[in-house]
Every structure is written in structure tokens, then in C-alpha cells.
């Protein structure tokens, strides 16, 4: 009986020990999947090149156009690319892809195909050329592959004291950010909004007043936000928004 008993726990440490060395296995490969593809679209967004100009006017449109060729170029490998984000001090340099809902890029990649590491998006209900109030886009607070992860680096002393500012390239043309509020938020706070009625649009204004650790000035109303989110421990989200202005 002594002995049944002991065969039974080694059948079950064994089948623990398998479980999770596939898991670890599944992991990484998802993890590699992730870079090679994420390497893929960077290469074909990078190769895109514009003509230079030395008119701010022309640098302008030069700017738009860049970022309409770069989409235009990347969409034909990738369908679901709608834009492409980078931000400044970190190593965010990602394509963003768009859904019918806020789920199936949680655990797609820029392929559209399963990975646990997902992409960075844009809320559905948003509008493909940044023109709403509020556009709000998510990534993964994952220890490897490409993600959100590095909008933490706005918790560390001094890091946002240097102008920092988040590019977006899209078929609509090159939008810059500055920076100008960071926090957590609770999951479900009111802050993802597209567009805001002018009272819900105040409430917002000194809801972010009341979290920012940055002392920076917060813009009188919503209009051109940008809204980056992504997690933070005991089910918060760590918030990341800026103010579009002119290049």
C-alpha cells in the first residue's frame, strides 16, 4: 500500500514537472515568435525614406507624407497595422493594430496570430486618424517581448524633467505629443473615454490633476489627448497622456 502510494506521488510530481516545463517551453517560443515578427514590420517601417527639406512648411508635409508611405508600406504585410508609435527615453518603436473589440489583441500579434504577449492597439471605438478628444491606446506590462512595459520609466525621479514626446505615424499624417500627465487609475475610473460631454470633460481634467506625479501644466480641456495605458500591481492601470503639438 506504502509503496502504491509513493508511485502514485511520483506520477503526479512528474506530470506537475511536465506541465511546467511545457509551459515554460510555450513561453518562450511565444516570446520568440513575438521579436521575430516584431522585428519584421520594424525593418519594413524603417525602410521607408523621404526627401529632406530645409522649409519648416516642407518638413511639414515631408512629415505627413513619411508617415503615410511608412503605414501605406507596413499595411501591405500587415493588414491590421493602423499606425505606429514610438516614444521618447524608452524603447517603445512599435506598429499599433485596431480590432473590432479591446480582447483579440490582448493575445494576437501584429499578425493576427496567437501570442500571449499580444500588441500594442487602439480602443475600437476610437477613430483611425487621431482625430477624437481622447485616443487611447494599450500594450502589455510583459518582462520580455515588445510592450508597454518602459512607460514605467515615468515613475523614475528626473525622467520626464527632459522633454519627452510620443510620435505617431498614420495614414492621417505625423502627430507629436508632449507628455504632460502620468498616474494610476483604478480599472474601471473614467479616464478612456473618446469624447467627453463638457461637464464629464472637467471631472476628467481635475481627476488627472488630483493623480499626476508630474508638475507639469494640464491642457483646460480634452481635446487632441492621447491616452497611453497599460497594467500596474494590485489591478491598476499606470497611465501615460500627452497633448498634441506642433512638430
Known amino acids: 500500500m506504502k509503496n502504491k502510494i509513493l508511485n502514485i506521488i511520483e506520477i503526479v510530481l512528474i506530470v506537475i514537472l511536465v506541465t511546467n516545463l511545457y509551459k515554460i517551453y510555450s ?45 501605406e508600406e507596413v499595411k501591405k504585410s500587415y493588414p491590421s ?13 512599435y506598429p499599433i493594430v485596431k480590432g473590432s473589440d479591446n480582447e483579440f489583441y490582448l493575445n494576437h500579434n501584429y499578425k493576427d496570430d ?32 515588445g510592450n508597454f512595459k518602459d ?21 492621417s499624417g505625423y502627430k507629436k505629443y508632449k507628455v504632460f500627465a502620468v498616474y494610476n487609475a483604478g480599472a474601471y475610473d473614467k479616464f478612456r473615454n473618446p ?5 464629464d470633460g472637467k471631472k476628467l481634467i481635475s481627476y488627472i490633476k488630483e493623480r499626476n506625479i508630474l508638475k507639469t ?25 500627452g497633448k498634441l503639438v506642433e512638430d
Open 27 to 71: 513561453y518562450n517560443k511565444a516570446d520568440d515568435e513575438f521579436k521575430t515578427a516584431t522585428k519584421e514590420v520594424q525593418e519594413k517601417f524603417e525602410k521607408v525614406e523621404v526627401a529632406k527639406s530645409n522649409s519648416k512648411i516642407e518638413k511639414k508635409k515631408e512629415k505627413d507624407r513619411e508617415a503615410r508611405e511608412k503605414i
Open 81 to 93: 497595422v493602423i499606425g505606429w508609435i514610438k516614444v521618447g527615453g524608452t524603447e517603445i518603436d
Open 114 to 145: 496567437y501570442n500571449v504577449f499580444g500588441a500594442i492597439f487602439m480602443d475600437y471605438r476610437n477613430k483611425e486618424d487621431f482625430s477624437d478628444e481622447n485616443t487611447i491606446i494599450y500594450g502589455h506590462n510583459n518582462v520580455r517581448a
Open 151 to 171: 512607460l514605467h520609466k515615468y515613475e523614475a525621479e528626473g525622467f520626464s524633467k527632459q522633454d519627452r514626446f510620443i510620435e505617431v505615424y498614420s495614414l
Open 195 to 199: 469624447s467627453y460631454s463638457e461637464e
Open 217 to 241: 501644466e494640464v491642457p483646460r480641456e480634452i481635446k487632441d489627448i492621447l491616452t497611453l495605458q497599460t497594467c500596474s500591481p494590485k489591478d491598476t492601470r499606470f497611465v501615460v497622456q
